[in-house]
């Protein structure tokens, strides 16, 4: 038998120098992880100091330069090395390799003792929020892998940290929830956020769809006419009948189309989910004007 022979590309320049610079990036993140001592206080402020200025800077080269000299003052200061990520081409399983370090960094910067001292107030100490962001970035990269699971531990983690959820978490654990049937995770965050059925298009929403799921049809009749009075835009959107758009917003005000653009994705994939429910929203009729 004659084996047919296949073509197998060569990478070009630019990919052989991206793939450098990854190694080199994650050469930084190893130099953070192989810390053995602290960084000296005095390096720790210039390295604070110099990425306060690239955050500033006029010109994204000018804010590379200064995020490299930062991380170099600093190896394991992890806001820099989340800023000068962005700068940085990785495969899926790079960039996880990557924010997982990153994450163990930012650990270590905090320590037992802080992780213990901050648990329920994080993001309202300054010092957490490199730890959170990059816990956070964890998690997207999670889902963009099909990873749902471990990606909704690490907001339940999250949110145990910061109850408050100044990141928005919840916004995407409820929808995960409910698209995974998980209605025990769905009713905490529902009487963990009282209220927010009035106020986001997402909680509201999701309360249909959890009325549904329970196979508690009134529950979900009264839930459908709060989320229409709420933002009646978002219905479009679940049924597929208005394509989600590529380019979300960047602002909305409550009620708007905006938000409901902006939260479309999560609702889409929650509902998709269950198609007997989606059958009985399209069933449901229109109030009048």
Request: glycine fraction near 6%; aromatic fraction near 8%.
């Amino acid at each position: 038998m004659i084996m047919q022979e296949t073509d197998h590309e060569e990478p070009t320049a630019d990919q052989s120098q991206d793939a450098a610079r990854a190694q080199a990036f994650l050469a930084l993140v190893n130099r953070g992880l192989a810390q053995k001592r602290a960084t000296p206080v005095a390096m720790r402020k210039r390295a604070e100091a110099l990425h306060s200025d690239a955050l500033d800077a006029a010109t994204d080269e000018d804010e590379y330069g200064l995020l490299v000299d930062a991380v170099g003052a600093d190896p394991g200061n992890a806001a820099v090395l989340l800023d000068l990520k962005e700068y940085f081409d990785f495969t899926l399983e790079e960039d996880l390799q990557v924010v997982r370090g990153i994450v163990e960094i930012a650990e270590r910067r905090l320590g037992k003792k802080g992780l213990k001292e901050y648990a329920g107030h994080f993001w309202g100490f300054l010092e957490t929020r490199p730890y959170m962001r990059a816990r956070g970035a964890l998690a997207s990269l999670l889902v963009e892998a099909g990873r749902l699971d471990e990606a909704a531990a690490e907001w339940e983690a999250l949110l145990a940290l910061n109850p408050n959820d100044n990141q928005g978490f919840r916004y995407f654990l409820l929808p995960l929830s409910l698209e995974r049937g998980r209605l025990d995770k769905a009713a905490e965050l529902f009487r963990a956020y009282p209220g927010e059925d009035g106020l986001s298009v997402l909680f509201a929403w999701c309360r249909v769809l959890e009325g549904l799921l329970r196979k508690d049809e009134a529950r979900a009749s009264l839930a459908l006419a709060a989320a229409r009075k709420q933002n009646g835009f978002a219905e479009a959107y679940i049924l597929g009948h208005r394509q989600i758009p590529k380019d979300l917003p960047e602002r909305y005000a409550p009620g708007s189309r905006e938000e409901a653009a902006s939260y479309a994705p999560e609702l889409f994939s929650a509902w998709s989910a269950h198609p007997e429910a989606l059958k009985w929203l399209a069933s449901q009729p229109k109030p009048r004007k």
